[in-house]
């Protein structure tokens, strides 16, 4: 099969396209997809550079989700057959033509959603689904405030609780006009320039000084004293990405203060079960509302594989609104 290989660790020029083993055939609970495409994610990107390495037993191959059809069936599978189009969510291997995955992580591509666009719908509705309404327990009426409005986690977080909650959404974003309009047209109700505004005095001020009662970042040790701060009294502040460094200071009497939780989630390293617990929750609870056409996938450009050294240069570059999708050549 052909599939994206990394000559060392480093930048995106140590990626190029390669022939490569097939994976192994299915075993027992597992299906082999033919991937038609995949989607970049910033984890990615702190793989290739040699800070996120994959968990025991997963393909050491990019990619945490794919779309694609259903190539061969392993024991024990109930509910999918040879030719399903459906899309999944992975450990790693979906820069390659095929992979093999447990079919409990895997999802029916939503009515009304291309095969291809529905590659940038697994990791971010299971990391949205398992944190926001998972961890965080995202009740009716709170504010609910996002970093990175602009991302593929913040694109989708956002439509995701406008549509499962009637809740305050406040987004934060880089400083483009854009941008800003682009978060605000997916239904934020605020949306702030982080680079050009002090986002807790804003968000503070539109509350009547209550706060976020639930914060989802991206950005982890820059953002910790602002985001305890920032939390309403019970708020729950969920870190999902270290883009700001790995140790932060925590003032744990202002977090006592206001009887305020900080929790810290990821999800590729999770066993089997509690993924495919995850992903049964997304079939029920937001595949409904994708379908009804509440939530959209947001795909800010499709990439042929052969370009993933550009797709992973645009992440990095802040240079997207959604998901990078790369289409996968078939076998």
């Known amino acids: 099969m052909r599939a994206v290989t990394m000559s060392t660790f480093g930048g995106p020029e140590v990626m190029s396209v390669q022939t490569v083993a097939d994976p192994p055939p299915p075993g027992p609970g597992e299906v082999t997809l033919d991937v038609v495409a995949t989607a970049v994610n910033r984890a990615d990107l702190l793989q290739r550079q040699g800070f996120y390495a994959p968990p025991p037993g997963a393909s050491e191959i990019l990619g945490l ?7 061969a069936v392993g024991p024990e599978v109930v509910g999918l057959e040879v030719g399903d189009e ?8 979906g820069y390659a033509t095929r992979v093999t995955v447990p079919a409990g992580q895997v999802l029916p591509v939503p009515a009304g959603v291309s095969l291809v666009e529905a590659a940038g719908l697994p990791e971010v509705a299971a990391t949205v689904h398992s944190t926001v309404f998972g961890i965080a327990g995202l009740r009716d009426g709170e504010v609910f405030c996002v970093h990175g409005g602009a991302s593929g986690i913040g694109t989708f977080a956002i439509q995701a609780v406008r549509a ?13 006009p854009a941008k800003l309009e682009r978060v605000r047209a997916l239904g934020a109700h605020l949306a702030v320039s982080y680079r050009d505004e002090d986002f807790v005095e804003v968000i503070r001020a539109a509350t009547d ?16 004293p602002r985001n305890v701060a920032l939390l309403a009294t019970g708020g729950r502040l969920v870190v999902i990405g270290l883009q700001g460094g790995v140790k932060g200071e925590l003032n744990l009497s202002v977090l006592l203060g206001k009887r305020a939780a900080v929790h810290a989630a990821s999800l590729r390293a999770r066993p089997a079960g509690e993924k495919a617990a995850i992903v049964a929750a997304v079939r029920a609870e937001v595949w409904p509302a994708v379908e009804s056409g509440g939530i ?26 959604g ?7 078939s076998s």
């Open 209 to 224: 000084g209550h706060g976020a009662d639930v914060i989802l970042d991206n950005m982890g040790a820059a953002y910790l």
């Open 65 to 71: 989700e794919c779309s694609g059809r259903v190539a």
């Open 86 to 93: 459906v899309c999944a969510l992975l450990s790693g291997g």
């Open 164 to 176: 499962l909650r009637p809740a305050c959404v406040v987004a934060t974003t880089a400083g483009s």
């Open 323 to 329: 998901k990078v999708v790369l289409t996968v050549p």
């Open 296 to 321: 959209r996938p947001v795909i800010d450009r499709v990439l042929p594989l052969a370009e993933v050294v550009e797709a992973h240069q645009l992440l990095a570059d802040l240079g997207h609104v």
